[in-house]
């Protein structure tokens, strides 16, 4: 009988070895499931696509939506461009007080504070500077000149690979993503410079545009996960993708963000802290969000967004994003 007994429970062991991954791996803690199902109903009262990806970044625990597809990231592209540069100050390639001349000709023709308040001038700016603007403000001149210091998306990728980031890349710059936007064509010999732009917007027709918006959303350049992006943030506020200096130096700018508004925090009771990063271009329906959100107990959420031919105003996307925080910060506050 003790034989038996004995062989019994060594092939009951033997098969919860054995047996697949199921349960404790693949199960969600309890209500995350009622929480992607909400996730789920908010994400159809938007036209087009929506992905939605929440990571806890103390526990790992992950609830998503469609958060596998690639999505353009818009101007979300400017956070791991920080990284890149951050990562560059950290091993001694450049320092946050390196002066970068801005020519005339460098600006971005579109949305640039500091154009505007350089008056489009020669100007010397610091690197610090330059990731500050880019990254509270969205700066699009700031990013452009940041890449060219770098040596370019290549350069950038490089130091995103070193800092293990494998599943986030750039590929163009604002201004080139603005001639592909409007169907201009290759770049001229001297690249797509403040005129250039300027002058091609000029000339810019209607079917070049469609054409252009076409082949744009067709394109996986500048695209990620929200699943990557939200892995993304969790990492870096674990330390793991910069040193605590610069961790602390970017987080910063995140909570210091000027264009997040009407967004995710719109969403969160007031109090909250959140740092994030924005992406907009009305011209494929983008309206992004990315966030590190802090609960009351100290725990933090790195929460993405993004959306893909959502229509030509984000009036409504930005009352989903509303939404999807307040949902997500009062599921993972309660005790």
């Known amino acids: 009988m003790d034989f038996v007994r004995s062989l019994a429970l ?8 054995l047996a697949p991954p199921t349960s404790l791996a693949s199960q969600k803690p309890r209500g995350d499931a009622a929480l992607e199902t909400e996730l789920r109903r908010l994400a159809a009262t938007l036209p087009g696509t929506v992905g939605i990806a929440v990571h806890h970044v103390g526990t790992g625990r992950l609830v998503t939506v469609d958060a596998d597809r690639a999505f353009s990231m818009a101007r979300v592209f400017k956070l791991p461009v920080a990284i890149a540069v951050l990562r560059r100050v950290q091993t001694g390639g450049l320092t946050l007080e390196t002066p970068i001349t801005i020519a005339p000709e460098a600006y971005y023709p579109g949305y640039s504070p500091l154009r505007d308040a350089k008056n489009r001038a020669e100007a010397t700016v610091t690197v610090r500077d330059l990731v500050e ?7 699009n001149t700031a990013v452009d000149v940041l890449m060219a210091r770098m040596g370019g998306a290549d350069a950038v990728n490089a130091e995103l690979r070193a800092a293990g980031v494998p599943d986030v890349s750039v590929h163009r710059t604002e201004g080139e993503v603005m001639a592909d936007l409007d169907g201009l064509g290759a770049a001229p010999a001297g690249g797509w410079t403040y005129s250039a732009l300027v002058a091609g917007e000029a000339r810019a027709t209607a079917e070049g545009k469609r ?3 076409a082949k744009f959303l067709a394109d996986s350049r500048d695209t990620a996960t929200p699943t990557a992006l939200a892995n993304l943030l969790a990492r870096l506020d674990r330390g793991e993708v910069l040193d605590a200096e610069r961790t602390k130096i970017l987080v910063g700018m995140l909570d210091r963000n000027k264009t997040g508004g009407r967004r995710f925090r719109a969403g969160l009771p007031a109090g909250v802290r959140i740092g994030d990063k924005t992406g907009t271009n009305p011209t494929v329906g983008t309206y992004n969000d990315a966030a590190l959100v802090t609960l009351p107990s100290g725990a933090r959420i790195a929460l993405v967004v993004m959306t893909r031919e959502a229509g030509d105003t984000g009036a409504a996307a930005e009352q989903l994003m509303a939404s999807v925080a307040r949902t997500v910060y009062a ?5």
């Open 211 to 213: 054409a252009g918006r």
């Open 133 to 139: 603007t880019m990254m509270v403000d969205s700066d």
């Open 10 to 17: 060594t092939l009951v062991a033997a098969t919860l070895v």
């Open 331 to 335: 599921h993972f506050a309660r005790p």
